[in-house]
């Protein structure tokens, strides 16, 4: 199973200005003087092992989207919600010829803010008579959130020109679904309006989706729900969008959740690969570099903490930040 990552900040999407690329530049010829660099292999293989992630790409500017990779239906496609990155992924499935052939598209909405609809209008799929377009969610505002964006005065084309056949499954909340061979549980998660987290299995492997979600005291509880809906996953996709502080203190009750609670929880529900998500949109590169340093030097604090056994097996095992572009396999 794999997932891969259109769209990873959250809130608002992040901008990238020239004085940034050029600081990369400076810090990338710096990094090199004095460096013999005879050959494109030798170059690349600099960029690769010797510059930091924040220098030699960038953590990407647009919102919410990832795609479920490997549907078991041919020509379908599984994505979770429809944040600026689903533009991107309409962008890369017509260059690719990919959109030649009728499709259908299931989006999975966590719930209707800005950040999670906003690329709905530039999905190309959508304009496109015997494509099939379905959200699942269990909103009952859906079909008018995605409708409704695309009115006068803030859009120039309305919904009724999307010539493909757009359908609406909204369900009671936290009903189970079947998609692409995927068993798909969720869980209701706290976050203004409601957000909704997803479960998918198959194979035996799990990857859990729960962004736009804060975690308050009784996360500390010993039967806390969220232990069970993370048990033994493969990948958690967790809503880090803050420091520990931040959510705590300046940015308490705004939803979203911390890099700390997010390692405390993988470790306690023995969860793989923990991928931190919905990044912070004012935060730089070399920003979010740091934070994910230092969420993983928390994890070994963590882990030095609560595991008195050297020999047992730590929780989780990777610590990782998403970024625009980033596939993960499990
Ligand atoms: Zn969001
Ligand atoms: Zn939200």
């Known amino acids: 199973m794999k997932v891969f990552f259109?769209?990873?900040?959250?809130?608002?999407?992040?901008?990238?200005?020239?004085?940034?690329?050029r600081e990369k530049a400076f810090k990338t010829l710096e990094a090199a003087r004095g460096i013999d660099l005879p050959d494109a292999d030798a170059i690349n293989d600099f960029i690769e092992n010797t510059l930091p992630f924040s220098v030699s790409g960038t953590y990407g500017t647009n919102t919410s989207c990832i795609?479920?990779?490997?549907?078991?239906?041919?020509?379908?496609?599984?994505?979770?919600?429809?944040?600026?990155?689903?533009?991107?992924?309409?962008?890369?499935?017509m260059i690719s010829g990919r959109g030649k052939s009728p499709a259908t598209f299931h989006i999975l909405m966590t719930h209707l803010h800005w950040d999670h609809i906003c690329g709905f209008p530039?999905?190309?799929?959508?304009?496109?008579?015997?494509?099939?377009?379905?959200?699942?969610?269990?909103?009952?505002?859906?079909?008018?959130?995605?409708?409704?964006?695309?009115?006068?005065?803030?859009?120039?084309?309305?919904?009724?020109y999307m010539g493909a056949d757009i359908e609406f499954n909204i369900m009671p909340?936290?009903?189970?679904?079947?998609?692409?061979?995927?068993?798909?549980?969720?869980?209701?998660?706290?976050?203004?309006?409601?957000?909704?987290?997803?479960?998918?299995?198959?194979?035996?492997?799990?990857?859990?989706?729960?962004?736009?979600?804060?975690?308050?005291?009784?996360?500390?509880?010993?039967?806390?729900?969220?232990?069970?809906?993370?048990?033994?996953?493969?990948?958690?996709?967790?809503?880090?969008?803050?420091?520990?502080?931040?959510?705590?203190?300046?940015?308490?009750?705004?939803?979203?959740?911390?890099?700390?609670?997010g390692i405390e929880l993988a470790a306690r529900s023995s969860v793989k690969h923990l991928c931190m998500f919905h990044n912070e949109p004012?935060?730089?590169?070399?920003d979010l570099e740091e934070f994910l340093f230092n969420s993983r030097m928390y994890s070994e604090i963590y882990h030095s903490e609560h595991q008195k056994d050297p020999a047992a097996t730590r929780y989780p095992k990777q610590v990782s930040l998403a970024y625009d572009g980033l596939e993960i396999e499990v």
């Open 6 to 21: 259109w769209g990873t900040r959250g809130s608002l999407p992040a901008s990238v200005w020239a004085k940034d690329c």
């Open 173 to 261: 909340p936290c009903q189970p679904l079947q998609l692409g061979g995927f068993d798909i549980t969720s869980i209701e998660q706290n976050h203004p309006g409601i957000a909704y987290g997803y479960r998918f299995a198959r194979d035996g492997k799990v990857i859990v989706h729960s962004t736009d979600s804060e975690h308050k005291e009784d996360a500390y509880d010993e039967d806390y729900r969220f232990l069970k809906f993370f048990h033994e996953a493969d990948l958690v996709i967790f809503d880090a969008q803050y420091s520990l502080a931040e959510a705590t203190f300046t940015k308490a009750d705004w939803g979203h959740s911390s890099n700390v609670l």
């Open 282 to 286: 004012t935060a730089t590169d070399s």
């Open 122 to 160: 530039f999905f190309v799929p959508a304009y496109i008579p015997g494509n099939r377009v379905v959200f699942h969610g269990y909103h009952e505002q859906i079909p008018d959130a995605i409708k409704h964006q695309m009115d006068t005065p803030c859009f120039p084309v309305p919904f009724k």
């Open 67 to 93: 795609e479920l990779r490997d549907s078991q239906q041919p020509n379908e496609y599984i994505l979770c919600d429809a944040g600026s990155g689903i533009r991107d992924f309409a962008h890369h499935h």
